[in-house]
């Protein structure tokens, strides 16, 4: 069948504010954050319901056209980068809090819900749902459960598969899964929510999500602190984690160079410790009453007076805990100032994240680097400058050569997608990497949910699939 013929087809089965195929309305979905350049979709899809949804796919199916699962395209690892020729579904439609239950703290939400939207409606029902990112404006619900997005308070909270209560998928085939059940215990077989989650949308679409929320902690003190160096701040994560306990949500760690260029070289924030330190940590407690903020001045003192904190400015205000983060999450902004680079997202065992950042220091020799992260739970965001002739595979290598020898992982929290997938084999086994195709291929045999991510299809030669053309349809 040939591609008019195809569009003909979506057309006649789908609403006609369903399909989009005009190529200036196409532009904008065609990559993601990740500034990895997609192709010219065939057509965008923007389904409104399970049904227009299902139709969309069995006909794809029928055809094998590739379809592109996309959310709010705030990802940092090329997975929603459309292919050219293939079809986009995007859920930005699907949008909207089905319910939220106070008895049981849960709430039941469309894919293409924005983030902020469920937090907002949690705290308005004196609930928190915990996951957060910078991206929480624009990123939508089904994004993050396609993802596993981790975020800020990771340290506390766990990465999104912690809050997943329950989930409805449209398959390859177009079968519907309901598994939107919000039991506590169930240990009915497989857990099937579980192999949805963080499978960027390579096994299925995410249709509606039932999150699992918690009570709001809406008393926060944030302080940026300057250290030493990173053994000081490794020394206060433990610290940290004695001390202050449960109500810990965040410690984020900054080198002086990430912090040199967002409040000095680039001036994207004001800095708010005079002179130099060695590095900086941003730390968040959070707590259900305002009884609980003495306990966190109190560790305060008690580690500027022990002189295990060199320097620390804490936030009066909301505005001030605002200003603070906003150094840490300058990230958009600082993938633009820092001019062409690559970004990595390692995951390390936190105690030995600052020897490892030592480490690929020493790789690097003299290349550039901005080193940032959730170091809390072991998670590093790298950026490395390009130099003139630089191939990605040039920093590429020797960074991921290093993370296989630490035994660490190429994708903490942001995916493999198109950008790390021939670096999937340096954190996991040829026998992981069989099974997760034998998965695919039993759920996708045609190969067409968001092919070429992730995995190479089982149904398609990794050699052709390594050919971006051939990545069309
Ligand atoms: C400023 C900024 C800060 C960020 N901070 C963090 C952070 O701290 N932690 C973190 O983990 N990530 C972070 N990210 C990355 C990004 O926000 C997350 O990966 C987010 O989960 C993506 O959601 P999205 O809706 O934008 O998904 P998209 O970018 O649209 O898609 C991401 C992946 O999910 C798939 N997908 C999307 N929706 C569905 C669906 N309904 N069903 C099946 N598959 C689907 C896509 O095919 C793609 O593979 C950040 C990004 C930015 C720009």
Redesign the pocket.
């Known amino acids: 069948m040939t591609t008019l013929q195809i569009l003909r087809e979506l057309r006649r089965e789908l609403p006609a504010e369903v399909v989009i195929c005009d190529p200036d309305a196409m532009a904008r979905y065609r990559d993601?954050?990740s500034g990895e350049p997609g192709g010219m979709p065939l057509a965008v899809l923007r389904p409104a319901s399970v049904d227009e949804l299902a139709a969309a796919v069995r006909l794809c199916n029928r055809h094998a056209v590739g379809i592109?699962?996309?959310?709010?395209?705030?990802?940092?690892?090329g997975?929603?980068c459309a292919h050219a020729g293939g079809v986009v579904v995007s859920?930005e439609r699907?949008n909207g809090i089905i319910h939220l239950d106070r008895r049981a703290m849960t709430l039941t939400a469309w894919?293409?819900t924005p983030?902020q939207v469920i937090q907002e409606a949690a705290l308005a029902a004196g609930l928190e749902y915990p996951v957060?990112?910078?991206?929480r404006g624009?990123?939508?619900?089904?994004?993050?459960?396609?993802?596993?997005?981790?975020?800020?308070r990771v340290i506390r909270h766990g990465?999104?598969r912690s809050h997943v209560a329950g989930l409805e998928?449209v398959l390859a085939d177009s079968t519907v899964i309901d598994d939107l059940q919000r039991l506590e215990k169930d240990n009915a077989g497989y857990d099937l929510k579980h192999l949805?989650t963080g499978?960027?949308?390579?096994l299925?679409?995410?249709?509606r999500v039932c999150l699992r929320l918690k009570h709001a902690m809406p008393y926060t003190e944030t302080a940026l602190l300057g250290l030493r160096d990173h053994e000081a701040a490794f020394a206060l994560l433990e610290a940290a984690r004695a001390q202050l306990g449960e109500s810990l949500v965040a410690f984020e760690g900054m080198w002086p160079d990430f912090f040199a260029h967002v409040c000095d070289e680039a001036a994207l924030c004001r800095a708010p410790l005079a002179g130099r330190q060695g590095f900086y940590v941003l730390v968040e407690a959070a707590h259900r009453s305002g009884a609980g903020a003495e306990g966190f001045h109190a560790w305060l003192s008690e580690m500027l007076e022990s002189g295990r904190v060199e320097d620390g400015a804490v936030a009066r205000s909301g505005a001030d805990a605002a200003a603070l983060w906003k150094i840490r999450?300058s990230?958009?902004e600082l993938h633009r100032s820092f001019g062409p680079h690559l970004s990595f997202d390692i995951g390390l065992p936190p105690p030995v994240v600052g020897h490892f950042a030592e480490a690929v220091a020493g790789v690097l020799r003299d290349r550039r680097t901005l080193q940032f992260g959730?170091v809390g739970d072991g998670n590093l965001h790298l950026l490395v400058a390009r130099e003139a002739g630089d191939t990605d595979h040039d920093i590429e290598q020797p960074v991921f050569e290093l993370v296989r020898q630490w035994h660490g992982t190429v994708s903490a929290?942001?995916?493999i997608?198109l950008l790390k997938r021939d670096w999937l084999g340096h954190s996991r086994s040829p026998q992981q990497r069989d099974v997760m195709r034998r998965i695919k291929h039993g759920l996708d045999p045609a190969g067409i949910m968001?092919r070429g991510?992730?995995l190479t299809s089982p149904s398609c030669p990794e050699s052709v699939l390594e050919d971006p053309t051939a990545m069309s349809m």
């Open positions: 993601d954050a592109v699962p996309q959310g709010g395209r705030t990802g940092l690892s997975g929603a859920t699907m894919a293409g983030l957060d990112i910078g991206a624009t990123a939508t619900i089904g994004g993050t459960v396609a993802t596993n997005a981790g975020g800020i990465m999104t998928v949805f499978s960027e949308g390579t299925g679409i995410v249709t999450e990230v958009t959730h929290e942001h995916g997608g968001n991510k992730l």
